[in-house]
């Protein structure tokens, strides 16, 4: 379970899609917090992995973009049909 201490964060973890959900002061966006969410296998943002926004509404809007792809499982198992 991700435990952000932010409820809407905290929700979003709860997405099926999302694997892990953490902040860094990484001085990415200036002073300001920077949002990332690990995606779980299968799902894909930009053709990446992981999302990286500077608010939690930007956040939301980059997970409303992510679409399925194959998994390296499901693929080596519809080989093998």
């Known amino acids: 379970m991700n435990?952000?201490?932010?409820?809407?964060?905290?929700?979003?973890?709860?997405?099926?899609?999302v694997e892990e959900i953490w902040i860094e002061y990484d001085g990415c966006f200036g002073s300001k917090p920077s949002y990332w969410v690990s995606l779980t296998d299968g799902w894909l943002w930009e053709e990446c992995v992981t999302l990286h926004e500077p608010t939690i509404k930007r956040l939301y809007g980059a997970l409303s973009q992510v679409y399925r792809r194959q998994t390296l499982r499901e693929a080596f198992l519809k080989g093998g049909e």
Do not use: V
Request: aromatic share 0%.
């Open 3 to 17: 435990r952000t201490g932010r409820k809407s964060l905290d929700r979003m973890g709860r997405d099926p899609r």
